[in-house]
């Protein structure tokens, strides 16, 4: 992975002693709120219902052991001993103190992390796909174009002022892992038929009010003009992207009104221009970041021990190598995912002990790196299948072996009403009674796939637009109310999911999903997961079942 | 209202001439965009408001003195755009002045995106603004003024080994 | 928020060294404690507690002060669910009370 040289190193520091400055202004008093909040978003820093939350970035979720034994040292010090790891890679804490805020930033400037650019209306942390560079069958590891935009948007000077925020994703792979159809851009690397590296360019999906599944605006762009590609979509956001409304001043909205042609034809004016200022990397400078993600160097001649361990094991290991073990394009290796799903557990969260124990196990038996996913578990990506076994009980013994990775209680949901400020309704007590409803491993596989994303208001950080099963949660009368929706995806088949119709109250909302889940065992093919038998089936066959009395 | 230029030093404020006003050129004086294109006065800038399209004056812009941006609030970034593109594409060389509801914390992005001067209200915090426009030793991509980008100064070192 | 209700209010802000959750007690002071809050039933004497919570003082030691909806004659407590968290916790973690 990356590893700064003294002029990264140098910057983030610099960015950690500018805020310690800050804070220290608005604490005397020098600074107002007003002036002072858009600053403190630059630095991830948010005020939420119980404290404040601050947004650590991990670029392109990839971490060092090293950094995740950090940032478990920073849970225990600063915060109430555990982290939660969110839809776009990061890991938040919940319950900081402004005054200790930069103390934090030191510390993590000690293990090269930041949290520049996390919130605010600026370009955020760039997401790829969580097995960038150890699935088979990749054009080239996202994580090297993700590194040249982190560095080109970092303090970028004409576009930290936005008209909103700006989230970008990068895949380099035909399966969509990251959910690139639903970013400002998404960029979709692959081999034109020369064989030659290109971009794809998708712009303007998004979640939330409205959201949007992003065209393609940009077709086999050659990878060495991607920087001044993203100048111009940039530009034209900044200088036409509307500023009189938040809720319409994403980039989605601007591509909407123009339609996706006369949008283009702008974007090729100022591309047209931007394409010969000198803002592309110079090929060195590509060469000298694409060194860092060079394969590791894996042991050949390692024995493949799946089929062996299928045979031996005991139904506990095989129930884990089953859901959490994927192929892995180095022969012997195997990509280990770790469920942060525990049953009736909180999506997403992490304690100190056990992100310790994590980065501890990644240092032995994972060339010494984590990668966090968009679907709020995390990933040992080189793991010798050989270390299998010992990799389980290491997982076992701290609790996170659930093998649930992609079945129903697999959830995805946003902090909700617990946590955040802008909540409507709580989130998290709804996926734990969901995932207690559908605890029995044998149900759960039977079911199959099946990706519930749960949202406690219409900002969507839950993603609930891109679930099979959404929920969005709402506020009717002050009474917490469930809308649900079916037949969202991420993937790169990426739809947005339709509303099944009226809401559901806290009490029923379990039963409405139990009912959908078996209105599908109903009427499935043989073999056809969720997704697909609700394509197949559209709404009506759901909206009976589950609307039947009213 | 003081004028200030990069140093932060005091420099000389600009009039900014209403459309309506008779000019008297003993002063740097700039007007609007519209004043400007609706009549040809010598030794006049310009004031850009945030949504200025500068093709129509693309033709002057090189040879001016003074252009002035307004900001109209800090969170509104158009004028880093236009200063960016006043300076990279229509060859302006003179002294571009930030008007308006920036804020200290901006000033290091205003320098780079070609920024030479700022006018601020009575109560500004100039201590702020100076440090912030020095404080950080480089950045990853800078787009006008002379210090060497990241990348830039990663090629010399490459270079010398 | 229903800010057009007539139910007595109470005023709440977050503590701007470190995020607590405090409200606007006796005196001018802020007490993380909602048994101390003022209960306001007048909507005049709220606008007079709403104006000097939001004084320049007062906005140096809390951050947005905002009146809330109380319900409860005797023992008042938050009336919305959302302050009924920000009282007592996220509920997803009872062993992170408050209180």
Not at chain 1, 359 to 367: F, I, K, P
Not at chain 2, 41 to 65: I, N, Q, R, T, Y
Not at chain 3, 85 to 91: E, M, N, V
Request: proline share 5%; glycine share 8%; charged share 25%.
């Amino acid at each position: 992975m990356y590893s700064y040289d003294t002029f990264d190193q140098t910057l983030v520091e610099q960015r950690a002693a500018e805020f310690r400055a800050q804070v220290a202004r608005r604490l005397s008093g020098d600074l107002t709120e007003e002036h002072f909040r858009p600053l403190r978003l630059l630095n991830g820093l948010y005020l939420q219902l119980h404290a404040y939350m601050l947004r650590v970035a991990i670029p392109y979720g990839t971490l060092s052991s090293r950094q995740l034994h950090m940032l478990a040292d920073i849970a225990t010090k600063y915060d109430r001993g555990y982290g939660h790891f969110t839809t776009r890679q990061n890991i938040q804490y919940n319950w900081i103190k402004l005054e200790e805020s930069p103390d934090i930033l030191d510390d993590l400037a000690a293990v090269e992390m930041h949290a520049i650019q996390t919130s605010g209306n600026v370009i955020r942390n760039v997401t790829a796909d969580h097995f960038a560079g150890v699935i088979p069958n990749e054009a080239d590891d996202p994580r090297i174009t993700c590194e040249i935009i982190r560095q080109w948007s970092t303090l970028h000077p004409e576009f930290s002022f936005l008209p909103r925020k700006f989230k970008i994703a990068v895949t380099g792979a035909a399966e969509d892992r990251a959910a690139i159809r639903f970013h400002d851009i998404g960029i979709r690397i692959r081999r034109d038929t020369a064989g030659v590296l290109v971009n794809d360019i998708y712009v303007g999906g998004g979640m939330g009010r409205t959201p949007f599944v992003g065209p393609l605006v940009r077709e086999s762009l050659p990878e060495s003009e991607l920087l001044s590609y993203l100048e111009a979509v940039l530009r034209v956001y900044n200088r036409y992207g509307r500023r009189d409304n938040i809720y319409k001043a994403r980039i989605k909205i601007l591509v909407d009104a123009l339609g996706v042609d006369e949008f283009s034809r702008q974007i090729e004016l100022e591309f047209a221009q931007t394409r010969v200022e000198g803002l592309d990397l110079p090929q060195e400078e590509v060469q000298r970041i694409r060194a860092f993600f060079a394969e590791p160097p894996y042991e050949t001649s390692l024995p493949s021990e799946l089929a062996k361990h299928h045979e031996v094991s005991t139904p506990a290991f095989h129930d884990w190598l089953r859901a959490s073990v994927l192929p892995h394009k180095a022969p012997g290796y195997a990509i280990v995912t770790i469920s942060l799903k525990p049953i009736g557990g909180i999506p997403g969260d992490a304690s100190t002990q056990q992100m310790h124990a994590i980065a501890s196990l990644a240092e032995r038996l994972s060339l010494d790196e984590i990668r966090v996913t968009h679907e709020q578990n995390l990933v040992l990506p080189h793991v010798r299948q050989i270390d299998l076994h010992e990799v389980w009980k290491a997982l076992v013994a701290e609790g996170l072996a659930t093998p649930n990775v992609g079945l129903v209680s697999d959830i995805i949901s946003c902090p909700g009403l617990d946590y955040c400020s802008l909540a409507n309704a709580r989130s998290i007590p709804i996926a734990q009674r969901i995932s207690e409803r559908f605890a029995e491993l044998k149900q759960q596989h039977d079911i199959g796939p099946l990706k519930i994303k749960i949202s406690g208001c219409i900002n969507g950080c839950g993603h609930h637009h891109a679930g099979h099963i959404g929920i969005l949660g709402v506020d009717r009368k002050g009474e917490e109310f469930y809308q649900i929706m079916l037949g969202g995806s991420g993937d790169e088949t990426a739809s947005i999911g339709e509303l099944l119709g009226p809401g559901f109250s806290s009490d029923t909302v379990v039963d409405a999903v139990a009912n959908v889940v078996k209105t599908y065992l109903d009427l499935r093919h043989p073999g056809e997961i969720f997704l697909y038998a609700v394509r197949r089936l559209g709404l009506v066959p759901f909206k009976e079942r589950l609307y039947a009395r009213s | 209202m003081p004028a200030l230029d990069q140093t932060g030093a005091v420099t000389a404020q600009w009039h900014v001439a209403s459309d309506e006003e008779d000019l008297d050129h003993l002063r740097s004086t700039i007007v609007t965009l519209a004043r400007f294109l609706s009549k040809s006065e010598p030794d006049v800038g310009l004031l850009l408001s945030p949504d200025a399209e500068l093709d129509p004056v693309a033709a002057h812009l090189g040879g001016l003195k003074h252009i002035g941006v307004t900001f109209s609030t800090f969170k509104d970034g158009r004028p880093f755009s236009l200063g960016r593109l006043l300076r990279s594409r229509y060859g302006f060389r003179g002294d571009l002045r930030a008007y308006g509801a920036f804020i200290p914390d901006q000033g290091a992005f205003l320098v780079r995106c070609g920024f030479t001067s700022f006018e601020v209200a009575d109560g500004f915090d100039v201590v702020a603004l100076r440090k912030n426009i020095n404080h950080f030793s480089n950045a990853y991509q800078q787009p006008h003024g002379t210090a060497a980008s990241i990348v830039g100064l990663r090629q010399a070192r490459g270079a010398r080994l | 928020m229903a800010k057009t209700s007539s139910a007595p209010k109470a005023i709440t802000a977050n503590r701007l060294q470190d995020g607590e959750v405090v409200y606007l007690a006796a005196n001018g002071v802020w007490s993380t404690l909602f048994a101390d809050a003022v209960i306001v039933a007048d909507a005049g004497n709220l606008k007079a507690l709403l104006d000097s919570a939001s004084s320049r003082a007062n906005l140096n030691e809390v951050v947005d002060p905002v009146a809330i909806d109380t319900a409860g004659h005797d023992f008042p407590s938050p009336a919305s669910l959302r302050e009924k968290i920000r009282l007592r916790g996220p509920t997803v973690r009872p062993d992170l009370a408050r209180i």
